[in-house]
């Protein structure tokens, strides 16, 4: 370990660790310390060092008293202890990976095709041409489409999104220890459903998954987070994007509700043709955040169509911590159901995301307070440990992840996969952390 990092850690613990401590979860504790260290081990024996510093530092009264402190440092070495090393096997053999281009690479990485159709504008300037796509809307409202090679490192752990970062001294990525967008294609239409009923053809479930992103997301995250999803599922079909054009920015958040109300026709279209001309057996539908909403329009437009058209059903449709009106919900939810065998609502009364939408909003999400709407199976995801927010759970936590795995492979129903709870005489289902 270099010891001017070590300084530079030991300093900032010393300067925020009784705070960040004790707000934060422990998923983000473990991220930001195990971060700059190679093994479990090693971060004990860091987090041990530095606690001997803390305990020696002279701290404001009024953070935190010494025997919390104490307390909270020891609950987290007992965490890290807990995280042996693993034998996990080289990322390159899991079954998600498509392989490299040339199918023979020995880089300690595996390559993930992801298809993708999205109404963002594309980025025409030379220098920017790999990012593909901007936050402004196609003109014309006209559906792009393609496909992306990123790649996963052997490193990965699951439900991680690995990027560089600047509190590591990472300033551009390194395929060896980050998830990386590679390239982006541009595909006509008709070639563009060729390639994706190929590629579903040669799964073997016959099957593909379209995921809906929420706000604050780029066309790059957008990306590269199916195929991190498609990796961690063990996914054999075609992994799907569908990118609306979010501003990809925090303070966005009201161009992003006009932008994803915008693209519900497109989003519409895209599905009906994906349903006509992938040849899937199976298509699933993951869509998360405020992407709930262009996904639930579009749905209750599309159950409108006639009844020899409705044969064509999703297979599974899974809403993830959706910043929906909770009444308009209710209101979509029976032609919703129409649209699709099974519909699957995952939601966390943990998600702080949601819960400062519904404080602008003026009127509850969908999910918070828990919401369980005969034909939809709502699953309770509040015992899981995630990130800071706790609204990205359905990607990053594995217990989650686990569950879709089962959903999406076996076809089991939540009562075969999870606890059963009842609230006021109606069944919902929960995770155990």
Same mark, same amino acid.
């Given at each position: 370990?270099?010891?001017?990092?070590?300084?530079?850690?030991?300093?900032?613990?010393?300067?925020?660790?009784?705070?960040?401590?004790?707000?934060?979860?422990?998923?983000?504790?473990?991220?930001?310390?195990?971060?700059?260290?190679?093994s479990p081990s090693a971060?004990?024996?860091?987090?041990?060092?530095?606690?001997?510093?803390?305990?020696?530092?002279?701290?404001?009264?009024?953070?935190?008293?010494?025997?919390?402190?104490?307390?909270?440092?020891?609950?987290?070495?007992?965490?890290?202890?807990?995280?042996?090393?693993?034998?996990?096997?080289?990322?390159?053999?899991?079954?998600?990976?498509?392989?490299?281009?040339?199918?023979?690479?020995?880089?300690?990485?595996?390559?993930?095709?992801?298809?993708?159709?999205?109404?963002?504008?594309?980025?025409?300037?030379?220098?920017?041409?790999?990012?593909?796509?901007?936050?402004?809307?196609?003109?014309?409202? !006209?559906?792009?489409?393609?496909?992306?090679?990123?790649?996963? &490192?052997?490193?990965?752990?699951?439900?991680?999104?690995?990027?560089?970062?600047?509190?590591?001294?990472?300033?551009?990525? #390194? &395929?060896?220890? +980050?998830?990386?967008?590679?390239?982006?294609?541009?595909?006509?239409?008709?070639?563009?459903?060729?390639?994706?009923?190929?590629?579903?053809?040669?799964? &073997?479930?016959?099957?593909?998954?379209?995921?809906?992103?929420?706000?604050?997301?780029?066309?790059?995250?957008?990306?590269?987070?199916?195929?991190?999803? $498609?990796?961690?599922?063990?996914?054999?079909?075609?992994?799907?994007?569908?990118?609306?054009?979010?501003?990809?920015?925090?303070?966005?958040?009201?161009? #992003?509700?006009?932008?994803?109300?915008?693209?519900?026709?497109?989003?519409?279209?895209?599905?009906?043709?994906?349903?006509?001309?992938?040849?899937?057996?199976?298509?699933?539908?993951?869509?998360?955040?405020?992407?709930?909403?262009?996904?639930?329009?579009?749905?209750?437009?599309?159950?409108?169509?006639?009844?020899?058209?409705?044969?064509?059903?999703?297979?599974?449709?899974?809403?993830?911590?959706?910043?929906?009106?909770?009444?308009?919900?209710?209101?979509?939810?029976?032609?919703?159901?129409?649209? =699709?065998?099974?519909?699957?609502?995952?939601?966390?009364?943990?998600?702080?995301?949601?819960?400062?939408?519904?404080e602008i909003h003026g009127?509850?999400? =969908?999910?918070?307070?828990?919401?369980?709407?005969?034909?939809?199976?709502?699953?309770?995801?509040?015992?899981?440990?995630? !990130?800071?927010?706790?609204?990205?759970?359905?990607?990053?936590?594995?217990?989650?992840?686990? #569950?879709?795995?089962?959903?999406?492979?076996?076809? +089991?129903? $939540?009562?075969?996969?999870?606890?059963?709870?009842?609230?006021?005489?109606?069944?919902?289902?929960?995770?155990?952390?």
């Amino acid at each position: 370990m270099n010891a001017r990092i070590a300084e530079i850690v030991s300093e900032r613990l010393r300067a925020d660790a009784p705070l960040a401590w004790i707000t934060a979860g422990s998923s983000w504790r473990l991220e930001r310390l195990g971060a700059f260290y190679a093994s479990p081990s090693a971060l004990r024996i860091a987090i041990e060092k530095i606690l001997q510093q803390l305990r020696l530092s002279a701290l404001p009264s009024q953070w935190v008293m010494q025997s919390n402190l104490k307390d909270t440092v020891d609950d987290l070495i007992v965490r890290i202890s807990a995280l042996e090393p693993k034998n996990e096997p080289d990322t390159r053999e899991h079954r998600g990976a498509t392989g490299a281009p040339d199918g023979g690479s020995t880089e300690p990485y595996a390559f993930v095709r992801v298809f993708y159709g999205t109404d963002r504008e594309a980025v025409e300037s030379q220098r920017f041409a790999s990012e593909g796509f901007s936050a402004g809307r196609s003109r014309n409202g !006209d559906t792009h489409y393609g496909n992306c090679l990123i790649s996963v &490192p052997a490193c990965h752990r699951m439900g991680a999104l690995e990027s560089p970062s600047w509190f590591r001294f990472e300033f551009k990525p #390194d &395929p060896r220890k +980050h998830i990386v967008l590679h390239e982006v294609a541009t595909l006509e239409e008709e070639l563009f459903f060729e390639e994706v009923a190929r590629s579903i053809a040669q799964s &073997p479930a016959h099957e593909t998954f379209v995921f809906v992103h929420g706000f604050n997301v780029s066309f790059q995250d957008a990306v590269k987070r199916t195929a991190q999803i $498609a990796f961690d599922l063990d996914f054999k079909g075609a992994p799907i994007t569908y990118s609306w054009p979010s501003n990809g920015r925090v303070l966005d958040y009201n161009k #992003d509700e006009a932008n994803v109300i915008w693209t519900v026709p497109h989003l519409e279209r895209f599905l009906d043709l994906l349903l006509a001309r992938s040849g899937a057996e199976r298509l699933h539908v993951i869509a998360h955040s405020m992407g709930n909403r262009a996904v639930c329009d579009a749905l209750e437009r599309r159950s409108r169509i006639t009844t020899e058209a409705q044969q064509n059903r999703i297979h599974h449709l899974v809403l993830t911590a959706p910043d929906i009106d909770a009444d308009t919900f209710k209101e979509l939810a029976a032609n919703i159901r129409k649209t =699709a065998e099974t519909v699957t609502l995952y939601a966390s009364s943990n998600d702080k995301a949601i819960r400062l939408s519904a404080e602008i909003h003026g009127n509850p999400r =969908a999910g918070t307070p828990l919401l369980i709407i005969p034909g939809v199976e709502t699953i309770d995801a509040s015992n899981v440990d995630t !990130d800071f927010l706790g609204h990205s759970y359905f990607s990053s936590a594995r217990s989650v992840l686990s #569950d879709i795995y089962a959903l999406f492979g076996d076809d +089991h129903p $939540a009562s075969q996969r999870l606890s059963a709870l009842s609230s006021s005489g109606e069944t919902y289902y929960v995770i155990k952390p």
